[in-house]
């Protein structure tokens, strides 16, 4: 796996940033692209909804890691 890359993401109206393994990237840009939403839209949707013990590259990895089991 290759190391985390940094993308630039825009919440809630502002910027900020989040580290994943491209590997990730392109799993939560694909479920993002099959629900007809933007990667902006489906990450705000997850913050909303991950609380604040855990950050959100890890909320992210954890609703990819669900949506492919089938949990999400």
Do not use: C
């Amino acid at each position: 796996m290759a190391r985390p890359e940094k993308h630039s993401l825009t919440l809630a109206g502002h910027r900020t940033s989040v580290s994943l393994e491209p590997e990730f990237w392109a799993a939560f840009r694909a479920i993002a692209e099959d629900k007809g939403m933007t990667i902006n839209a489906l990450a705000a949707e997850i913050d909303a909804d991950r609380g604040i013990e855990r950050g959100l590259a890890s909320a992210i990895r954890v609703y990819v890691l669900r949506h492919h089991m089938g949990q999400g």
